[in-house]
């Protein structure tokens, strides 16, 4: 069984980690995934243990320290497969994490109510998005400045009153990969079966190339 680590604060103010957490380990039965709150883990001896690494942290959340950060880099780098979703790319408190996720959030429209987006496929085919339909999810709109020297491929976007924006991307970043999506505000969004495709197929395209090696 493939052991993952999800990362993510248990009582954060606008995502708490333990509704999407439960969510994802149904998708992703077929790994044991490990859920905490402590980066520290990050620089420690156990992430040799793990394969995969799913980020849903909190912007309000202190800056990862040198060391969780090199802990990090290095877990990618090395061949380690990276799931972040939605808030979790607030890891981009670090420059250097923000580079490796290949984006940078700007922020997102105010709203007093979860605005309900759509999402289609964009691009050329990629393993991430087979069988995922255009679907519609209430979820925050979150806009990004893409890093221009990052090379990463588009492969959904969402729409919203009338404009089109990135909604996740993949990348490799050393030996490893990484997948981002922007969707997954809490865990009703986690219930729509084509964004359960989407995390089900990153997780696979994650680690397929760790198993032809």
Not at 92 to 98: A, P, T
Not at 145 to 166: C, F, R
Request: some cysteine; overall charge negative.
């Amino acid at each position: 069984m493939v052991e993952a680590l999800m990362y993510g604060k248990w009582d954060a103010r606008y995502h708490p980690l333990y509704e999407p957490g439960e969510k994802v380990k149904e998708l992703l039965a077929e790994c044991c995934i490990t859920m905490t709150d402590r980066p520290e883990v990050f620089e420690s001896e156990a992430m040799k243990q793990y394969r995969m690494c799913i980020l849903y942290g909190e912007f309000d959340e202190p800056a990862f320290g040198d060391g969780e950060a090199a802990g990090l880099l290095s877990f990618v780098s090395a061949g380690g497969g990276l799931l972040v979703l939605h808030n979790g790319i607030s890891v981009q408190s670090r420059s250097e994490l923000g580079q490796m996720i290949g984006g940078k959030f700007l922020s997102h429209p105010p709203y007093e109510q979860l605005p309900v987006l759509r999402y289609k496929a964009k691009g050329a085919a990629h393993p991430v998005m087979e069988g995922v339909s255009n679907f519609c999810a209430e979820d925050e709109a979150y806009q990004f400045q893409l890093d221009p020297l990052a090379d990463i491929q588009i492969v959904m976007e969402y729409q919203y009153e009338g404009e089109s924006y990135p909604a996740a991307w993949v990348r490799r970043y050393g030996k490893g990969r990484v997948a981002y999506c922007c969707a997954g505000h809490n865990g009703k969004t986690f219930e729509n079966p084509e964004f359960g495709k989407w995390i089900r197929n990153s997780a696979a395209w994650l680690l397929s190339e760790q198993e032809e090696g």
